[in-house]
Each structure stands twice: as C-alpha cells, then as structure tokens.
C-alpha cells in the first residue's frame, strides 16, 4: 500500500489532474502486450522540475517508481507491482527546437518517435530511427532501451543518434548533459549511462538529436532467394554496389511471410509463396532519377548470377507500402495461434542457418504442435523469433511457467557457446533478467551491480529490471 502522506505531497507537486489512481491508472498504463499495470497510482508530470521534485519525494520514503513512455516494450520492462509509483513522460512531449544548421533537435522524452520524424521532415532533415512502433513509442523509451529498428544497417542504434540528454538521477537530482555537438571528449561521456539501461540509473527528461539530410529517393524492393545463404550473398553484393544507400535489409522466412498475408491479414502477398527464403531492401539516396534504377541494376546482376530468384520493386508509396506491411504486422502470429513467445536475438550471420534448425529441431521434438517463426535484420545479426507451442500446451496440459521456461530455454541456451546475445534490442526487463549470464559474465554482472548501486542506493527506480537488485 501507498503512504497517504506520500500521496498527498505527490499530488502536491503535479496537481489533482495529474494523479490517477484507481482504474484509471489500468486504463492508462496497459502494455501493448495487454498486461495491466500493478501499481495503484500513476503521475504525469509536464516538467523536469516536477520530476525532480517527485523523485526527491519518493527517495526520501524509498519509494519505487516504474518509468512510462509509449509502453510497447515486449520485455515486460514498465511491468509494476501494487507497491510501485507509475511516472509516466507522456504530457512531456515538446519538441523545444530544430537547429537546421547544426542538424540537431532537442525534445522533451515524452515525444512520439513519428512526431519527431515529422518534424524533422518539415525541415528538409529526416531522424533515421525507425521502427514498427513509430506512432506510439516515445523517445524517451527509445533511449531508456536503445531502440534499434530497420535502419540500424546504415544509421545505427538510438545511441549513435544521441548528442546528449538530460537526466533525473534517483534522489531528484538534474543531470544536464544536453549538447548539440558531435564531438564532445571532456571526461566522462555521462549520457551513456541512460542509454540502454532501462530506466535504472535515472529518467531520461530531454534529449538532443541527431538528423541526417532528408533523402530525395526511396526505392523499395521485395526479394526472393533459394536459401537463406543465397539472401546473404544478395546482402554483400547490394551493399558493395549500391553505394552506402543501402538502409534496410530485412529477411524473412517462408512461414512468417506466409502467416503474415494470409487471407485474412488483408495483406496482399507481392511474391509467391514456394520460395526458400524472401528478404525486404530498401535504399535511401539523393536522385530520384537514378537511384531506383540503380537498385534494379542490383537486383538484375544477382539474378543473372544465380543469387536472386525473384524480385519485385516498389513504383509507387502505395506498393511500398504493400511489400513493408506484412513484415511490421508481427502481431499476425499471436492473433492467429494465440500463446505465443516473441524472442529478440543477436549472433553472427554465419552461425544463423544452424541456430536456426537446432532451434526448430528443439521446439517440434519438445511440442508436437509447435510452430516457429523468423524474421529480423541480418544485416544486424539480429534475429525475431516468434515461437508457438501449439494449442495443445495453450490447453494447459501443462503449467504455462513450464511450457515458458521450456521454449526460453531452446531459444537461449544454444547462443551461450557461439558468442550470442539473448537480446539484440528489446532489452531485458523483467522477462529476460534470469537469462542474462547466457550473454554476460560475472564481471559484468557485478559491474552493473556496482553501477546501480552508486546511481540509486535505495533501489527505487525500475526495481528488478536488468538485474536482481
Ligand atoms: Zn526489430
């Protein structure tokens, strides 16, 4: 239970709108995964100083806070329980300005990914993060977890885009480490320790941004290859040749592409269905005249080289729409098998055809009924995999924790010894945290520890998230 007292200061600090409790708090505060918030109470301040003042209230009682942005974490990373204080960045959402010059923007944490996309647009620039969950998602999450998306290959992770960043630490303290600048070497680079740490080491209030030159052509091909070694061939050849504008390359296996244009998906399937493997490209460039030909140039010369079995390229936004949605509808599996576990995994594009055979060696020799589903971008070494017991473990012919532990465990265990990551950008959150020695080691382990100790002694932000604390 929540002190009255504690309540009655918090309301103090933000005013009666700002404090919900009840069930508006589960009205607000459900994750995109439909798990309803814990916490009986949920601030939304509209200023870092408010922030502030509210940490500084909640480290003096040892008060556990859950920090919101958009919620679409799949790691149960905003997951909180009936003890825990919800704060949630979403009235914070300026976008406070756009240097054209000096290619930045500064933003409040709370601002939707796509607003600052738009944004950004109206100014001739682009920001280059980008990923399914664009019309919900805030910056502000995207830093807490070092977003990664479809355009990694060519721009980076949300860290390569961060210039700098404001911070709440746990005792209430405003750490301004804003900077416009993309060179920046006096001492200690502090914002690193907000990025990617979920939430627990500080709040995330506002941030500088980097944009890059609004590109003037799109190109936009969906492609089809024997096997999944062929599409990694496809992959070394477009980059070589099509001159850094390579932005994203997406694969995607068969019954992925298969179960997400099925009829009753809507979405048309551009390429048919009996291939080994199909793959997603898209290049970025400065000519509209040429660069799309360009792209076809590509493709032709990988057909004539027995690498491209078949392709198709986008000729207006309406087709390119087309092929990019069958491979953002992920949620197509959950909807059509119902129990389902989504897994987000990282390892060389070299061990990727044996990871995933053992893998569904393992799920059909452990669930009869079971389904497996993959798709992700290689180019990152990052794998989505999509695994689905089948109806009759849903049934409950077994404990759900069982059937959980047993697929986490299929998918996991196996990258220990080939050097793999249990998460290539989702994060950890509460969901990954006992797999975490598959990818760390004791060293780092106590060095986070360390690090979380220093930064939040009394254990109030994001309890339990990353690590055990
Ligand atoms: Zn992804």
């Given amino acids: 239970m929540l002190e009255s007292s504690l309540l009655a200061d918090l309301r103090a600090v933000v005013g009666e709108q700002a404090l919900l409790t009840g069930e508006r708090v589960r009205e607000c505060a459900t994750d995109v995964q439909g798990h309803p918030p814990g916490a009986a109470a949920l601030l939304r301040p509209r200023s870092t100083a408010e922030v502030s003042q509210i940490l500084r209230l909640c480290h003096a009682r040892a008060q556990p806070v859950v920090p919101h942005g958009g919620r679409t974490n799949l790691v149960e990373g905003t997951a909180s329980s009936a003890s825990e204080i919800i704060l949630s960045l979403e009235r914070m959402s300026r976008i406070e300005r756009v240097d054209e010059a000096g290619r930045t923007m500064r933003v409040e944490a709370g601002a939707i990914l796509q607003r600052v996309q ?13 990923l399914g969950a664009r019309g919900s998602c805030t910056i502000g999450g995207n830093i807490s977890t070092n977003a990664g998306g479809v355009r990694v290959v060519r721009f980076g992770m949300m860290r390569n885009l961060v210039l700098g960043l404001e911070a709440v630490l746990a005792d209430g303290t405003v750490l301004n480490s804003l900077n416009r600048m993309l060179k920046n070497n006096a001492g200690y680079d502090l914002k690193q320790l907000f990025i990617g740490t979920e939430g627990t080491l500080g709040i995330v209030t506002r941030a500088d941004l980097r944009l890059v030159p609004r590109p003037r052509s799109v190109a936009t091909a969906f492609v089809a290859c024997a096997d999944f070694a062929a599409l990694v061939r496809l992959y070394a050849h477009l980059d070589a040749c099509l001159g850094g504008q390579l932005s994203a390359f997406e694969a995607l296996w068969p019954e992925f592409y298969a179960i997400t244009t099925s009829e009753r998906t809507g979405h048309a399937s551009v390429l048919p269905h009996d291939h080994g493997m199909y793959g997603l490209v898209e290049t970025l460039g400065s000519d509209p005249g040429s660069d799309p030909q360009r792209l076809e140039q590509g493709l032709e010369q990988a057909l004539e080289a027995g690498i491209l079995a078949d392709a198709v390229v986008a000729k207006s936004e309406s087709e390119r729409r087309a092929i990019w949605e069958p491979r953002e509808d992920v949620w197509q599996v959950q909807e059509q098998y119902g129990l389902t576990f989504n897994f987000d995994v990282s390892l060389a594009i070299e061990e990727m055809a044996a990871y995933l055979a053992r893998l569904r060696r393992d799920v059909a020799a452990r669930f009869p009924h079971g389904r497996t589903f993959a798709f992700g971008h290689i180019a990152d070494g990052n794998l989505h995999v999509i695994v689905a017991p089948g109806a009759a473990a849903a049934e409950a012919s077994e404990p759900a924790e069982e059937v959980r532990d047993a697929v986490e465990r299929i998918v996991y265990e196996p990258l220990r010894a080939i050097g793999g990551s249990i998460s290539a950008e989702h994060g950890i959150g ?24 220093a930064l939040d002694p009394k254990r109030i932000l994001n309890r339990g998230k990353v690590i055990e604390s």
């Fill in 430 to 453: 509460l969901e990954r945290r006992a797999h975490l020695a598959v990818s760390r080691t004791p060293e780092e382990i106590a060095t986070m520890r360390a690090l979380k100790a």
């Fill in 118 to 130: 738009e944004e950004a647009e109206r100014h001739d620039l682009m920001f280059p993060l980008d």
